[in-house]
């Protein structure tokens, strides 16, 4: 379960990838990946997870509280695994964020 | 540092002194066994030099003895001997000491060596006082976990084989985060919550109090499962931190109306089979978990079904289908939905699901609570009893009432008559959205009656800035030497040219007004009433004085307000 963070070149997507459990252990990390983009006005918020393959309650939770910071519309979930496509369908988080598939 | 040396000869206590190093602050001496025994009772010693072979009592006993009191603390000690034997320098360690030193002492080894022991024994410190606070900690999260335990328990009451639904419950730890509830309707039929909060414990117990709360007064109020929802889901959003939310489905099984009706947020699809455990339908989460935003009803979506006696629905938190065998592969919606034969009974089904996760997750450890409740439509809306006082017709609401209320004084001084009377209608209508329009209308009518019929007073004060707070304190002062008067409501259900809807009449004990006068002035919106009367004449299908003025009839139809 690690957290790695990218920036793109025109510093106007951060892509934050997780791979592996996805879950309340990873907290602490997962914020310290956004919290530092506390001046970043039009900035789109990449959440791969693509190696995820379990995620629980708490991170959906998580995924809330980086919603709540960055703003509505700038939160993007990508390349999401059946599994985990099928947990955001049951809890309607397409409602929230965008689900994407990307390359 | 302080030094215990324990040698019998007084040349070798004054050599060991002087080998050691500017941190050694202090220096004890002690002539045998047991006098070391005794100055390190006295307390405050660092770490003990212990010769091997003295009177009345050997290094091996006393260091024996003070380990044997060291209870949580280390206290190092060192031997020193002159012995070179293997048996003699183990027996050192044996005895209880940490280390040896062989004569003639080398001066920088004797050095490292205490070093080091005071290295381990900071670090041992540490740990002891890491411990102290672990266990504390430890102490009040059970205290915390007997508490949200308590609460569960309490917050209600666990559905019975009585009441149609049969549950199994596995909670991860002793306390779960699931919840389930229950609870009649005024007229007949049930409302099921089954919810599963994030996390565990203390926390969910804190959101499940609110939520069992506002469940069961507006269930007891006649309120819709949409509306609860809604409300639940502002209350838990406001209360609540950002990532802490509820997982639910409502259900409603009503009786008289032969449906179920299922409000899922954010729980895996409810299931829905017949008597012989056929899987008939699937309901999933159309809406977000509750707490997650602040929600109107209208942005929620229920379902309905047509329901008889052989329907039964199935209702389970996602810890059922996510549960993990050793090889770490999940149970799945696929297993859990072949087990739906139809070649059984519901009730089989439901036994099956329990032993069939139970066996497929055993040896491994369990990540989070399952919940599973198989409702039955026909026990749970309880058709058989209520057969009789089912309305023969439709199933509308009762027609036939007329309510009178009378405040007299004392009544007046000291209660407020609006919730009364809106319960009252709510009893007997379920109008959640006709709620706060007919408080307005009741609200204003009563004002008018009391402070200005009853009261005297004069409403234009209220209007300007500084006799705001004189109206107000002028009001109380009034009201509470109120001897004489009365107000009378009376509300009646009618059925009109726009709908089904109320009339009520207010009528007080006072002078009246010149209504005939007044009212072309009413309707520029500007009289003695102000605002208020023209409000309750946008809202009502009429508005008429009666008598002096202290008689006003109103009707309000709810065919007439909606969207």
Known sequence: ?103 | MRVLIADDDPVNRLVLRSMLGPECTRVLFAQNGQEAVERYRQGDIDIILMDVYMPVMDGYEAASRIKAECSDEFVPIIFVTGAIDDEALRRCIDSGGDDFITKPVNRVILGAKIASMRRIREMHGTLRRQTTQLESFQREMERDLDIAKYIFQNIGRSATREDGIQTWAVPRSCVSGDVLLIESKPGGGKHILVGDFTGHGLPAAVGALPLSEVFRAMTRKGHDIVAIAAEIGRKLHRLLPTGIFCSAALLDLDPQDRVVRVLNAGLPDVLIADRTGKLLQRLPSRNLPLGVASTEARDLVAEGLRAGPGVWAFVYTDGLIEATNAHGEMFGSERLERLFAGDSSAEEVFRRISEAVQEFAQGATQHDDVTLAAISYEAAARLEGDAASVPPSTVEAPRDWRLHLHCGPHMLRHFNPMPLLLSAIQELHSLERERERIYTVLAELYTNALEHGLLGLDSNLKHMPEGFMRYYDDRQARLETLVEGHIDFDMEFVVSAEGSGLRIIVTDSGPGFDHSRCLPRLEANESYSGRGISLVRALCDEVRYHGRGNRVEVTYSWGRNTE
Do not use: P, W
């Open chain 1, 1 to 103: 379960m690690t957290i790695s963070r990218h920036v793109s070149d025109d510093e106007r997507t951060v892509t934050i990838s997780i791979s592996g459990r996805f879950d309340f252990q990873v907290h602490k990390e997962f914020r310290a990946a956004y919290d530092q983009d506390e001046h970043a006005a039009d900035v789109t918020f990449i959440v791969d997870l693509k190696a995820t393959d379990y995620i629980d309650s708490s991170a959906l939770g998580m995924l809330l509280l980086l919603r709540e910071r960055v703003g509505e519309g700038k939160v993007v979930l990508a390349n999401c695994k059946e599994q985990i496509a099928s947990i955001f369908r049951i809890a309607n988080f397409g409602k929230l964020f965008r689900i994407e598939q990307r390359s």
